[in-house]
């Protein structure tokens, strides 16, 4: 035996290694516990989110509600100021909804009516590219999600996404008159969901919250004579797949490539 | 040796000691008591065995914790049901769940961050029991 010393030390290394092991794997493991955590039995699943609006069936009180829901079911506050809007569904004229495509000859209703317009769920959507932070990003269920405990306010995703479907919170929200009752103490309208802060961006979440809980996004539920269909367009069965199978559709800038998920019939 | 104006620093030492230590005299016998957080609620009082979603010891040690997991799964993982150690399930948020029944803010989770000089900032989105109403 000729390198006995040489070996023992190698083992004492070893072993010494071996010891750091557990106290790292326990620290890291610790606390570790959501086990079991599930969705619920009745939340609204899909492969492939989308929607379908239909937009000859629209009037200006239809829109109206809609967007009247959704501010209600998220507690959006209202700015005066165009530049402090937060938008997550709003009204939008044909020339910014469908720009490129302003034929000199239009229906008068077309080139009149403003169209509903949100986040357009995009299968490549640019904004979860740009994200330094992974604040945003996009669920299986094609949804693109935003995480407000990550994000950081730097707005690069407002500048990359093509539709100014994202809204900056200049202001507390909680400080605006439309989100105060008579006293002007704080009131939101849902008082299930947090309100946002000042610093963070917002958008559309396709109602992440209601799907959950097996209800239909806010606005869907709003429009009660099926304007907007929304399902699954990985279920051949679905409302969204029939409409799209039956009316011809188009989307907002496909050009870019983004593929939205918003189809307007129209 | 000579140390020069040995008054003048004399002075200087014992009053930069006083005002050094003040602190700790400034404090002396008057230990804040530790907090008693109040379980006193009528969502608790309704409840055939008051207990959280997980055992008491779990709770005070990792609380902080186990909302960073609530929040990850329902954000991120699309997970919001929560089997807690007695089988029951609850909802996985922070306002509607923990709230609900600890609807005393004041004297239950306040009492003990005062008392450790947190303040944790999600209630400038989650809502507390007061603007819930």
Same mark, same amino acid.
């Given at each position: /035996? ?27 493991? /610790? ?114 999600? /935003? ?10 995703? /407002? ?108 | ?133």
């Amino acid at each position: /035996m000729d390198s006995t010393r040489r070996s023992f030390l190698k083992i004492l290394g070893v072993t010494a290694a071996g010891l750091t092991v557990r106290p790292s794997v326990e620290a890291l493991a /610790m606390g570790v516990k959501p086990k079991g955590a599930a969705p619920f039995d009745n939340a609204l699943t899909a492969k492939r989110w989308a929607m379908a609006v239909d937009v000859g069936k629209f009037t200006g009180e239809t829109r109206k509600a809609a967007i009247e829901a959704c501010n209600k079911a998220h507690n959006i506050p209202h700015y005066e100021n165009h530049l402090h809007e937060i938008k997550w569904i709003w009204e939008e004229g044909y020339k910014h909804t469908f720009p490129g495509q302003e034929n000199e000859h239009l229906p008068a209703e077309i080139a009149r009516e403003p169209f509903l317009v949100l986040c357009n769920q995009c299968v490549n959507p640019p904004c979860v590219r740009v994200c330094p932070t992974q604040a945003t990003f996009q669920r299986p269920d094609g949804i693109v999600m /935003m995480d407000y405990h990550r994000c950081i306010g730097c707005r690069f995703c /407002m500048a990359g996404c093509p539709y100014g479907s994202r809204s900056f919170n200049w202001f507390d929200p909680r400080q605006q008159a439309s989100l105060k009752d008579a006293e002007g103490n704080f009131s939101p309208p849902n008082p299930e969901f947090p309100s946002r802060t000042k610093g963070v961006v917002e958008k559309c979440n396709f109602c992440a919250e209601r799907l959950a809980k097996g209800q239909m996004p806010a606005c869907v539920e709003a429009c009660k004579n099926n304007e907007l269909i929304f399902g699954d367009l990985d279920d051949h069965e679905s409302e969204v797949s029939k409409a799209l199978r039956k009316h011809f559709t188009i989307r907002r800038k496909p050009e870019l490539g983004t593929q939205p998920q918003i189809y307007y019939i129209i | 040796m000579k140390i020069y104006d040995l008054g003048k620093v004399t002075v200087g030492l014992v009053i930069f000691f006083l005002v050094f230590t003040f602190p700790l005299y400034y404090n002396m016998g008057k230990a804040t008591p530790p907090p008693e957080p109040n379980i006193q609620t009528e969502a608790i009082a309704a409840m055939s065995e008051p207990v959280c979603v997980e055992n008491t010891e779990y709770m005070r040690a990792n609380h902080m914790k186990l909302l960073n997991e609530w929040r990850t799964s329902v954000v991120r993982n699309s997970n919001r049901a929560y089997p807690a150690f007695t089988g029951v399930r609850y909802e996985m948020s922070l306002s509607n769940t923990c709230m609900e029944c600890h609807s005393n803010k004041e004297k239950f989770c306040d009492s003990c961050h005062n008392y450790a000089g947190v303040s944790p900032y999600c209630w400038e989105c989650h809502l507390q029991p007061k603007e819930m109403k």
